[in-house]
């Protein structure tokens, strides 16, 4: 039987989203990957259970998590039933609709249909009554703005989600559909953007209309689906994402991307991190985001990724050294 660590608090930073009432971890765990139905359960859980013990109270999940979809949902509905029922009230539990899920025309982008019966499968898969934060997942350029954020709207109004969310809007979009979940009264609570080194476009225009508007920010993919980890330091290993060619492709970790991923490890390792707490770490560094979603295939990068709060703080040299790094110059 599981018992959760009782000093789980003591260590672990929490961040206010925005200017709600709401306190993220600042380090989440996402199961996108490692939580599906080909996946070992015992790994899972133990993940599940380790991140707990660390503070981390955000699980982030979407309706097509698995592989197949939706299976992390349903692995982490057992892994809730069997651990963590009861400290459901300690957890903010997430997920997601906007990509592909079924056959058809109503599994998919951004309808009214497929929002909401998607959230009743997550419902179902997790064996949940509602979840925390309801995100639409990518913004539908074939639906209105008003169709999609009103079944956010009406999944808060129904008691299916506490919250809402949004994912993957650009500046534009975003300024836009805050003001109409604001008119709706359903305030939006957070975005969740893709931010890490070497993805920086949040930067440009997003973390200002949020840090405007009083809306936190998740980021997901910090370590940039692993690049910006020791795993890629002599190339591409024969297990890792990149040589699936999936999501990660081979053709964008040429030399000029290893080289810099090497450079990066040789700052981390003078600030005495591993190269990946040091991308949490400065993802972090803006006070405009709020939580660093992670990703994790075992336990001990679960606790690497956590190691990131110990070292926050970077000097003005070590953030000129960085963009250098990004930018190609040889000097750097």
Request: net charge positive.
């Amino acid at each position: 039987m599981y018992i959760a660590d009782d000093k789980r608090y003591d260590s672990m930073q929490y961040r206010r989203s925005g200017r709600s009432g709401i306190q993220l971890p600042a380090v989440a765990l996402g199961l996108w990957q490692n939580f599906g139905g080909v996946n070992q359960f015992e790994n899972s859980r133990a993940m599940l259970r380790r991140a707990f013990d660390l503070g981390i109270t955000h699980f982030d999940l979407a309706n097509n998590y698995g592989p197949p979809y939706g299976s992390a949902e349903e692995t982490f509905g057992q892994i809730l039933k069997k651990d963590f029922l009861p400290h459901r009230d300690e957890l903010l539990i997430s997920t997601k609709a906007g990509w592909d899920m079924w056959p058809g025309p109503y599994g998919n982008m951004g309808s009214r249909k497929y929002l909401l019966a998607s959230l009743d499968q997550s419902l179902k898969c997790m064996g949940l009554k509602y979840v925390d934060i309801f995100y639409h997942h990518r913004p539908d350029p074939a639906t209105p703005m008003e169709e999609s954020l009103g079944a956010l709207d009406t999944a808060v109004r129904s008691g299916r989600a506490l919250y809402v969310g949004i994912s993957a809007y650009n500046a534009e979009q975003t300024a836009a559909a805050l003001k109409i979940l604001r008119d709706l009264g359903t305030p939006c609570l957070i975005h969740q953007p893709k931010y890490s080194m070497f993805v920086r476009d949040p930067e440009r225009g997003l973390l200002d209309v949020l840090e405007k508007e009083g809306v936190g920010a998740i980021v997901f993919s910090p370590l940039a689906q692993g690049l910006l980890s020791d795993r890629y330091l002599q190339g591409i290993p024969s297990d890792s994402r990149a040589a699936r060619d999936f999501f990660l492709k081979k053709k964008d970790i040429g030399e000029e991307k290893l080289a810099k991923i090497r450079a990066l490890h040789a700052i981390a390792l003078q600030r005495g991190q591993t190269l990946a707490a040091m991308a949490v770490a400065w993802v972090l560094r803006d006070p405009r985001v709020t939580s660093a979603l992670v990703g994790a295939s075992k336990v001990s990068q679960v606790e690497d990724n956590v190691a990131a709060l110990k070292n926050l703080k970077f000097s003005p040299e070590e953030l000129r050294k960085i963009d250098g790094i990004l930018a190609g110059e040889p000097s750097a």
